[in-house]
T-cell receptor
Framework: DAKTTQPTSMDCAEGRAANLPCNHS???????VYWYRQIHSQGPQYIIH???NNETNEMASLIITEDRKSSTLILPHATLRDTAVYYC????????????FGGGTRVLVKP | NAGVTQTPKFRILKIGQSMTLQCTQD?????MYWYRQDPGMGLKLIYY???????DKGEVPNGYNVSRSTTEDFPLRLELAAPSQTSVYFC???????????FGSGTRLTVV
């Protein structure tokens, strides 16, 4: 599976959009981009995933560049409850595929 | 629909003791996983299973065993607890396909 690079940490103002970048320059054509988050002491929570088209759900939007070498997770209106570590993971679709977690981005939403 | 349930939530073991971490899911998911997370670190895969009767090693399997006799249950066994196994353990499951994983709330284990 391709490796990802994320900033170690970032701050965001409550009520503003939070834009979380992720680089995955070695991504292959059949690898999907997944985003998870982990709020302190809890199990990771699935947010969104995509292959090449932009995706949106009730939690967030995922923007994938045309060359697929990077992506951005957008939390449209960050709240204090969005403070968490956010993981960007690329993974091939295959039987028994396994999530591999890197260091993630520690996001602190401030009032 | 309870999702993924882990028990116990907390446990303190003495060196050399054994225990089983329980994990059960009620979503009829084929795939189940055990991860551990050390303080300040990301999750590392211990074992996984693609269906009842089938298990395989992950990144850090040493010191652990698993079984998958039913679709619902995926217990993790520590035979001889060591201080290096002090960690938070997460169980997860998913349906076959692209759907996201569902994680349990974790078991915080301390070995002293």
């Amino acid at each position: 599976d391709a490796k990802t690079t994320q900033p170690t940490s970032m701050d965001c103002a409550e009520g503003r959009a939070a834009n979380l970048p992720c680089n995955h320059s070695t991504i292959s054509g059949n690898e999907y981009v997944y985003w998870y988050r982990q709020i302190h002491s809890q199990g990771p929570q699935y947010i969104i995933h995509g292959l090449k088209n932009n995706e949106t759900n009730e939690m967030a939007s995922l923007i994938i560049t045309e060359d697929r070498k990077s992506s951005t997770l957008i939390l449209p209106h960050a709240t204090l409850r969005d403070t968490a570590v956010y993981y960007c993971i690329v993974m091939i679709k295959a039987a028994g595929n396994k999530l591999t977690f890197g260091g993630g981005t520690r996001v602190l939403v401030k009032p | 629909n309870a999702g993924v349930t882990q028990t116990p939530k907390f446990r303190i073991l003495k060196i050399g003791q054994s225990m089983t971490l329980q994990c059960t899911q009620d979503m009829n998911h084929n795939y189940m996983y055990w991860y551990r997370q050390d303080p300040g670190m990301g999750l590392k895969l211990i074992y996984y299973s693609v269906g009842a009767g089938i298990t395989d090693k992950g990144e850090v399997p040493n010191g652990y065993n698993v079984s998958r006799s039913t679709t619902e249950d995926f217990p993790l066994r520590l035979e001889l607890a060591a201080p290096s196994q002090t960690s938070v353990y997460f169980c997860a499951s998913r349906e076959q396909g692209l759907e996201g994983y569902t994680f349990g709330s974790g078991t915080r284990l301390t070995v002293v």
